[in-house]
DNA sequence: AGATTATGAAACGAACCCGTTGCGTATCGG
DNA sequence: CCGATACGCAACGGGTTCGTTTCATAATCT
């Protein structure tokens, strides 16, 4: 097996090296078809070959089967990263879930979503994939702000933060699922945050700052 | 065209009729497969057909297309009806959440909810008839115990019904699907209506009763 | 009996997709 | 230049599903 050492000291075997062309155009055939709303049981090698421009031969030569080439895929995808880390925490939970409304208007975040949320019961290795590329980065900034809201004594010192990112969470998803008609509804994160932070029970003073 | 008039005066066209029981094992063969996990776009006809020990001749003479059938399929499904009405609003709410967690241990149960959410963009005949079925009764039954509790003052008078039932059903379906490694959490339901009634927020003084 | 319609089974041609192979060409190292 | 590997393309045999048609049989009405 010959190889050389390039400038970077990176082992190459011989002959024509892959190209990453096309290992890119493959990828973003793939996330391009699943953002169409393509299930990944229905997305076909021969589609992606097709869209990518690239022969089947290239993809099998460096995946063995369909799901490894859509696990590579979703890795890919970079979380926007929302990090309010600025005013209060009820504005910081606040910028977050808009954040989250607006990218639930794109089509291919909703079809990624829906991908990760069906498809977690034959597919494990994407939904766990999906858990620790875009859920968990989130969960945790999100966990830091309820904690901080917790010292600054803005929040109970006792909350529940699993819980309390489940309600809001939840409630996010609840409205761009089942939100009739597609009717923009501007205000939800507004609403979903204030009406968590105040409870459902009624209070008779009222300690905020 | 000759009819006939039967005993409840419903007219009938001549030949031989056609068989009920075809009828219902082609439904209930179509739920089987959904509940299996295969999903609509997968569902095939012939697969239905052999299920259900029938030709597919006899599928096509009634359903013109996959999605009608599907349709049909799921207007059979009767929901549980989680009729709490008991207790304090609090110990309804934590009854009918507990509904919604032992439905879910059902694999047939998430199957469905998984092709109601998914499915909802390239099938909105299929994500409207659930909501109208499935949905909307169980919306209405929360719906009515937290309007009791806004007149009984265990809830505040201003309390946001649409939001509420967000928040609830929304940190359960959050729970119920990526609940990590399957754990039982049997308490969930109780720890999401109380943190809801508290909010987050820390309060001076208890008005309960 | 005769007319009429439904049933299950089988087969049809067409369309996809599978995973593999062969082909001529392109791109690398030596 | 030569060996090695990758490339896009086309074709392979094999599988599944489609929606339709044909057929012998069954059920119901006149």
């Known amino acids: ?9 990176v082992a190459r075997p011989a002959g024509r090296p892959r190209s990453e062309k096309a290992d890119r155009s493959i ?9 169409e709303g393509i299930g990944v049981s229905e997305l076909s090698i021969e589609s992606i070959a097709g869209r990518a421009g690239v022969g089947k031969t290239t993809i099998y ?7 490894d080439l859509v696990v590579d ?16 925490v009820r ?5 977050y879930l808009r954040v989250i409304q607006e990218e639930s208007r794109h089509h291919r975040t909703r079809c990624i979503m829906n991908i990760a949320m069906s498809d977690s019961e034959r597919h494990p290795r994407l939904a766990e994939r999906f858990r620790e590329l875009t859920m968990e980065p989130r969960r945790a900034v999100v966990a830091a702000v309820l904690r901080r809201g917790m010292e600054t004594g803005e929040l109970r010192a006792d909350l529940d933060v699993d819980m309390a990112l489940a309600l809001l ?23 979903i945050v204030d ?5 459902f029970r009624p209070r008779t003073s009222t300690p905020e700052p």
């Open 61 to 67: 030569r460096r995946w063995s089967n369909k799901e």
């Open 91 to 95: 504005d910081d939970l606040v910028t």
């Open 1 to 9: 097996m010959k190889t050389q050492q390039t400038a970077e000291g």
């Open 195 to 199: 009406e968590a932070l105040k409870g």
């Open 169 to 191: 969470s939840g409630a996010m998803i609840w409205y761009t699922k089942w939100s009739h008609s597609g009717d923009p509804q501007a205000d939800i994160p507004e609403r």
């Open 73 to 88: 895929a979703l890795a890919t995808l970079k979380p926007p990263i929302p990090l309010p880390q600025g005013g209060t």
């Open 27 to 35: 990828i973003e055939a793939t996330l391009e078809l699943l953002g």
